[in-house]
């Protein structure tokens, strides 16, 4: 078993030689992350999905802590919302940016005062204030979708990701895997894109790729169904990228 040392000092050895550390499942999750997984205070429907969406590990691999300032992209029906506004505590916050109402989240942040709500569209500002981490999950795909100018969504996203992180900060990305050599031809069919044409298009926005974990990879599947499709839903093979924004930059 990969214990905390081994693994920082796997992911310590990797930097230097330049290569992604690969993250597995086994690192140890903080106590901060286990007791907001545990949390009474979460869903029981949010609970019924944690199987298949192992957050435990997924928050430890972004390395989210208590204080934190986080700002969450697409938050959807806020299931990662209300993770973490449970980890960052009353002394972190969680800026949830959606370009559509979200209901679910706005509910969650009438009891939960670390959380707020802003309605913005591709390119905007993020978070009134720097933050530690920018955070989206199964959305990157969907950014492709949509135009911003003469662009698509995606690179005015990763701008903005990358003006609203603090030196040092985390940009947390996953997504459904597409086919190999797909890039980003499946995003509006399949909803899915290729790993290697994130990493390409996020670090041309000034990041560097830190880690990635196969915690939510599932070999099984092909990647030539939707996402959506009965028995796949939730199975999905899914990249998990972690990159860094320099410490030297501003």
Same mark, same amino acid.
């Given at each position: 078993?990969?214990?905390?040392?081994?693994?920082?000092?796997?992911?310590?050895?990797?930097?230097?030689?330049?290569?992604?550390?690969?993250?597995?499942?086994?690192?140890?999750?903080?106590?901060?992350?286990?007791?907001?997984?545990?949390?009474?205070?979460?869903?029981?429907?949010?609970?019924?999905?944690?199987?298949?969406?192992?957050?435990?590990?997924?928050?430890?691999?972004?390395?989210?802590?208590?204080?934190?300032?986080?700002?969450?992209?697409?938050?959807?029906?806020?299931?990662?919302?209300?993770?973490?506004?449970?980890?960052?505590?009353?002394?972190?916050?969680?800026?949830?940016?959606?370009?559509?109402?979200?209901?679910?989240?706005?509910?969650?942040?009438?009891?939960?005062?670390?959380?707020?709500?802003?309605?913005?569209?591709?390119?905007?500002?993020?978070?009134?204030?720097?933050?530690?981490?920018?955070?989206? %999950?199964?959305?990157? &795909?969907?950014?492709?979708? !949509?135009? +911003?100018?003469?662009?698509?969504? @995606? /690179?005015?996203?990763?701008a903005a990701a990358f003006a609203a992180l603090k030196p040092g900060g985390v940009y947390l990305v996953s997504d459904h895997q597409?086919?190999?050599?797909?890039?980003?031809?499946? %995003?509006?069919?399949? &909803?899915?894109?290729?790993? !290697?044409? +994130?990493?390409?298009?996020?670090? @041309? /926005?000034?990041?560097?790729?830190?880690?990635?974990?196969?915690?939510?990879?599932?070999?099984?599947?092909?990647?030539?169904?939707?996402?959506?499709?009965?028995?796949?839903?939730?199975?999905?093979?899914?990249?998990?990228?972690?990159?860094?924004?320099?410490?030297?930059?501003?």
């Amino acid at each position: 078993m990969m214990n905390r040392r081994m693994f920082g000092a796997g992911a310590a050895a990797a930097v230097l030689l330049g290569v992604p550390f690969l993250a597995t499942a086994t690192a140890q999750v903080p106590r901060a992350i286990a007791d907001a997984v545990a949390s009474p205070e979460r869903p029981e429907a949010d609970k019924a999905r944690d199987t298949d969406r192992r957050p435990a590990e997924l928050l430890a691999f972004a390395g989210v802590r208590p204080g934190w300032e986080v700002a969450e992209l697409a938050p959807g029906g806020g299931y990662f919302t209300r993770l973490l506004s449970l980890v960052v505590g009353e002394q972190g916050h969680v800026h949830a940016n959606s370009s559509r109402p979200v209901p679910a989240v706005q509910t969650w942040a009438q009891t939960h005062p670390n959380v707020s709500v802003q309605m913005t569209t591709a390119g905007q500002v993020i978070a009134p204030e720097p933050v530690d981490l920018v955070w989206t %999950t199964q959305n990157y &795909h969907d950014f492709k979708n !949509a135009k +911003v100018g003469d662009g698509d969504a @995606a /690179a005015a996203t990763n701008a903005a990701a990358f003006a609203a992180l603090k030196p040092g900060g985390v940009y947390l990305v996953s997504d459904h895997q597409g086919a190999p050599g797909s890039g980003a031809t499946q %995003t509006s069919t399949l &909803h899915r894109i290729e790993d !290697a044409a +994130v990493i390409r298009e996020v670090e @041309a /926005a000034g990041f560097r790729l830190e880690a990635r974990s196969d915690i939510l990879r599932h070999p099984a599947d092909d990647h030539m169904q939707k996402v959506f499709e009965t028995g796949l839903r939730g199975k999905t093979d899914q990249f998990v990228l972690r990159f860094r924004k320099p410490a030297t930059a501003r």
